[in-house]
């Protein structure tokens, strides 16, 4: 379990997180959702490790994870972030075997070569094993960076808007290997997302942030509801719900027509 | 066919820099053993031949590890300020302690040209918005300035002149005796082979060197500790090179990706390979006597890469 206890984040004066102490269920996909700025890009780069806080403390299975070496670290938690400016010339085989470099620190092991095989077919790319990541599509480029962080095979896994710049097929494929990963793999899945409707849908715990704090948070049901989203994001809301899941109507909500 | 191809032209490449020479030495005559035969093999060829290829394998390799570390293809030794400050380390080693011998002066090339790489890479990631050619033409004006310091120093203790013997590559005197220090690139070439995947990882940005477990602080310093000794190894023995460290990682990456475990041997042979070339070719050129390597290379490597970069570009 992942947990923050009043943890404060500021660069220079500006204070982005301030006094956050939260816990991440366990074997769940959790959805950090929020407004540009409300910090939480920086929440989970604190997780990540890629952060220190200014204050306040990060706790892994109850140990400090400023105490963790981050040899050992990158066997339990994998990040993966947006890279826009990758440009290293890898097939797709080799950057998911770059997943394995935690443990096999650059001599793969026939163990590793199953787990590299095993994140490639998890996301059905057994096609693009020999493609050069600098010819894929964006979607597709996405989906192989998934398989190097699925091939790390950390109990939790972190991603920074892991939906961004892509369509929406890929996009539905990324959160359903997101989705498998937690109900099959009992793997936990801490997630920034911009797109409230994937949230909705995907997730079974959302924490919803404002201005560096936690405006609310809990399981999905207790979270999308009119006056929380409307609180959160300055819009007003209309959320449909039916059997398949939530559709979260804020472009032409009939409830006001208070922006015009 | 063609994976064969590049280490028998390698092969070819050497058997040519053994033959070709001022003193004619033919296979008849080593079958014969003949002493005369043998000696210029021995005494002036072989090493000849041995610091070629050390010189070009080392080189392309430190153009590899730069290019990892600051990401950014247009990077080697003399487009970030590394063979500039391991000239003016070689400066200061003479005028501070006139009677230092070369392994003195190659410790003052080394650590200069250690610190100034450092410095480099701490500039460059303290740019927050760097694009492709901002990064090399950085490492050309700082290079420039600490040429310019090496220049005013050398003229103010009248050594402008043989400060041109190292500014310009040369091999033609390299013979028994006077070059081992160039055997210095060997454990190096280990080394950088054995720590290949960490210097991919670098490449992959700090954050996801970090979220992959590496320290990429020590790596990086460790790369550029590397990268310094072999500069000033070759500084040292044979003068300053250009764009062999640039030409080859680029050729290689394009046609064989950047997987450095798989790729590096390749970048090995293609270096020592296109050195060999350009040596051969500034023997020949003016025959009986040589055109320096270091002009050969500048204008061969200079014409490779244009041919690149148009080709890529456009």
């Known amino acids: 379990m992942i947990s923050l206890s009043h943890v404060y984040k500021a660069y220079g004066n500006q204070q982005v997180l301030n006094d956050v102490s939260i816990e991440f269920p366990p074997g769940q996909v959790t959805s950090l959702i929020g407004p540009n700025g409300a910090g939480k890009t920086t929440l989970l780069m604190l997780i990540a490790r890629l952060q220190a806080p200014t204050r306040g403390e990060l706790k892994l299975g109850g140990r400090s994870i400023a105490s963790i070496p981050i040899r050992d670290y990158a066997k339990q938690v994998a990040t993966l972030r947006q890279a826009p400016e990758f440009n290293l010339r890898l097939t797709v085989e080799e950057l998911v075997a770059f ?4 443990y096999s620190r650059g001599n793969l092991t026939a163990a590793d070569h199953q787990a590299i095989d095993e994140a490639i077919t998890f996301l059905s790319l057994q096609a693009l094993r020999l493609s050069y990541i600098d010819e894929l599509s964006g979607g597709q480029r996405q989906m192989a960076f998934l398989a190097m962080t699925i091939a790390q095979q950390t109990d939790y896994l972190l991603l920074d808007e892991p939906l961004n710049n892509l ?12 989705r498998r990963l937690c109900d099959e793999q009992g793997r936990t899945v801490i997630l920034v997302v911009h797109d409230i ?10 924490v919803a942030m404002k201005r560096g704090a936690v405006h609310c948070h809990g399981p999905v049901a207790q979270v999308v509801n009119e006056a929380c989203l409307r609180d959160l994001f300055d819009l007003d809301f209309e959320i449909l719900r039916s059997e398949q899941g939530f559709v979260c109507n804020y472009f032409n ?7 015009i | 066919m063609r994976r064969a191809a590049l280490p028998l032209l390698f092969l070819l490449l050497c058997c040519l820099s053994l033959m070709v020479g001022v003193k004619q030495v033919s296979w008849s005559a080593l079958l014969s053993f003949s002493d005369d035969a043998w000696l210029t093999l021995t005494a002036s060829r072989l090493p000849r031949l041995a610091a070629l290829v050390l010189t070009g394998v080392g080189l392309a390799m430190c153009g590899v590890i730069l290019q990892q570390i ?13 063979l500039d400050a391991a000239k003016l380390g070689i400066l200061i080693s003479l005028t501070v302690v006139p009677s230092i011998g070369t392994v003195g002066k190659m410790l003052f090339a080394l650590a200069f040209c250690f610190v100034a790489s450092l410095l480099y890479v701490a500039i460059i990631r303290h740019i927050k918005f760097k694009s492709i050619v901002l990064v090399p033409v950085v490492g050309l004006m700082y290079g420039s300035v600490l040429s310019a310091i090496a220049e005013f120093y050398a003229y103010r203790h009248n050594f402008l002149q043989s400060m041109q013997g190292w500014l310009l590559g040369d091999f033609s005197k390299i013979v028994q005796g006077n070059y081992e220090i160039i055997y ?4 190096i070439v280990v080394l950088t082979y054995l720590f290949a995947q960490r210097f991919t990882v670098l490449a ?11 320290n990429y602080t020590a790596n990086a310093t460790l790369g550029l500790m590397l990268v310094a000794v072999t500069v000033s190894a070759t500084v040292i023995t044979v003068g300053a090179i250009p764009f062999v460290g640039l030409v080859v990682p680029n050729l290689v990456a394009m046609y064989y990706g950047e997987n450095l475990e798989r790729t ?26 040589e055109v320096p390597i270091g002009l050969t290379a500048g204008s061969v490597g200079g014409v490779v890469f244009l041919v690149l970069l148009i080709r890529k570009y456009t």
């Open chain 1, 99 to 102: 997943g394995r470099f935690p």
């Open chain 1, 253 to 259: 909500p009939s409830t006001s027509r208070e922006l």
């Open chain 2, 184 to 187: 210095l690139i060997l454990p």
């Open chain 2, 264 to 289: 590096l041997p390749i970048v090995a042979l293609y270096g020592a390979s296109l050195l060999l070339a350009c040596d051969i070719l500034g023997r020949l050129l003016i025959y009986p006597f």
């Open chain 2, 70 to 82: 600051v990401r950014n293809r247009f990077v080697e030794p003399a487009t970030s300020g590394g």
């Open chain 1, 167 to 178: 369509d929406m097929k890929h996009a539905v494929l990324i959160m359903r290997a997101l």
């Open chain 1, 197 to 206: 409707n994937f949230a909705a849908n995907y997730s079974d715990h959302i």
């Open chain 2, 204 to 214: 992959m940005g700090e954050g996801m060197a970090s979220s992959l477990g590496l």
